[in-house]
């Protein structure tokens, strides 16, 4: 008993409390978001069958034929290849419907696939459910067919129209995609949009032209090397993290005959997984349905190496569970130690007490061991805080840098030669408020070209 009593006396001296949130947070939904990093986006419509990005509304629609539409086959890919996501363009700026909107014939009702009485992004809603893949959709604001496009007010209530149709019949949505797109000139009513995504679909995030996500501002899957999450300044900033959206076919978003030579390289898309997931960004790829209406074939085996190769890498933490010592520990709880950052456990981290923004943790490997990646994950539940850090590595006399890099975000992801050191030490040079760091991990990258 009295053993017992002491015991908890201790661990009451040592209960830290954690620390406030610094600045904006993320909503639990943006949480959940940033988790799942990797997203398919779906360019399918009218301009499949025209080799055309942007028709001008006027296509027929009977053109538009898929011959062998299957939404399972989108999803079946998306889920084998590590992607958690799905934005499926329920219209494009060409007006063209994929769903039967009773607010115009403009769409799958006067086209001859399933005798005009199809549902494509019923098909894909469905079929995400069944996968377990989050479902998006796009609505184009950019009407080129609707004739009250050009009453801004009129349209307003038909857009709303449109949405109403989308965020009602096909079950949750996780994500609304507003492009902005041929929108210049033309007064939209977004205010009313988003009330109305809110009410109908509290839990979808509202990207581009909207307030949850940003755009990373190219289409080249890059986001920069430094990337706050935080758009705005003062009272005025707040959580907006960034989507990479860019087509694995280097040139087109819709699908195109005989273009199939941009498809990227693997070499391409490693960089640009890097250089989108691994700076904190989530990546948004398009993948274009062919005219069958299924993912192509050489997409689908490049979509695989990709996952092939980074999923390899990522299997096993070199550092998970090594023993681990901290230049700080928040009120000395085991609740914030390093270990914290080795254990796998995502709700976990590593923080030092207020105040102390520079602090490093050395992680001993047990003997020597050779990696070439590393990874870095900010709690980013309590605000981003690293603006600089170092990983480096002990060469036997002393330390030697590997890697130096600014914000850490979400996730950072750094590749470099191989390293064989037996100790490591992440340092944090400089911070907003005491870091909080989620995990840390070291891998060794062997299938990359
Ligand atoms: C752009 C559009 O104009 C392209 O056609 C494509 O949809 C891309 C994702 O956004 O703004």
Not at 110 to 127: C, F, I, L, M, Q
Not at 307 to 322: F, P, R
Not at 402 to 424: C, P, Q
Request: aromatic share 12%; with cysteine; net charge negative.
């Amino acid at each position: 008993m009295m053993t017992r009593c002491l015991l908890l006396m201790v661990s009451a001296v040592n209960a830290a409390a954690p620390p406030e949130p610094y600045g904006p947070v993320p909503t639990p939904q943006q949480l959940a978001w940033q988790d799942m990093e990797y997203g398919m986006f779906c360019h399918f419509g009218i301009n499949t069958f025209h080799n055309e990005e942007w028709t001008d509304g006027t296509k027929d629609p009977t053109t538009f034929n898929p011959t062998a539409f299957d939404a399972r086959q989108w999803v079946a890919v998306a889920r084998e290849v590590g992607i958690q996501y799905l934005v499926v363009t329920a219209k494009h700026h060409d007006g063209f419907c994929l769903f039967p909107s009773a607010h115009t014939d403009y769409g799958v009702v006067s086209s001859p696939w399933r005798d005009g009485k199809g549902d494509a992004v019923k098909e894909v809603a469905d079929a995400c459910r069944e996968g377990g893949i989050v479902f998006g959709f796009y609505l184009s604001p950019w009407d080129r067919h609707e004739p009250r496009y050009a009453d801004p007010p009129a349209y307003d209530v038909h857009f709303r129209n449109q949405l109403t149709e989308l965020l009602t019949n096909y079950g949750p949505v996780g994500e609304v995609w507003f492009d902005g797109a041929g929108s210049k000139g033309h007064t939209y009513d977004w205010a009313s949009y988003y009330a109305l995504i809110r009410e109908r679909q509290p839990n979808a995030l509202i990207a581009i032209c909207g307030p949850d996500i940003r755009w990373v501002g190219n289409e080249d899957g890059l986001a920069p090397e430094t990337l706050w999450n935080i758009e705005g300044e003062g009272d005025g900033a707040v959580w907006k993290p960034a989507e990479c959206d860019v087509p694995i076919r280097g040139s087109h978003w819709f699908f195109h005959t005989n273009d199939e030579k941009s498809l990227r390289d693997i070499r391409g898309l490693l960089d640009i997984y890097y250089r989108s997931v691994g700076n904190g960004a989530t990546l948004l790829l398009n993948v274009s349905p062919d005219r069958r209406g299924l993912l192509p074939d050489s997409d689908v085996a490049r979509l695989r190496e990709l996952w092939s190769i980074v999923s390899d890498t990522y299997k096993t933490n070199l550092a998970l569970g090594k023993a681990v010592e901290a230049s700080n520990v928040r009120g000395g709880d085991p609740v914030f130690a390093p270990a914290k950052m080795l254990d796998g456990d995502p709700d976990t981290y590593w923080a030092t007490d207020d105040g102390v923004t520079e602090a490093s943790v050395v992680v001993d490997l047990g003997g020597p061991v050779t990696f070439n990646r590393a990874l870095i994950q900010e709690h980013i539940a309590l605000g981003q805080r690293v603006e600089a850090y170092g990983i480096e590595y002990w060469d036997g006399t002393g330390w030697r840098e590997a890697v130096a890099g600014t914000t850490i975000g979400h996730k950072r992801l750094h590749r470099f030669e191989d390293i064989t050191a037996s100790k490591v030490r992440l340092a944090i040079k400089q911070a907003k408020a005491c870091p909080t760091i989620r995990a840390f991990g070291l891998y060794r990258a062997t299938l990359e070209p």
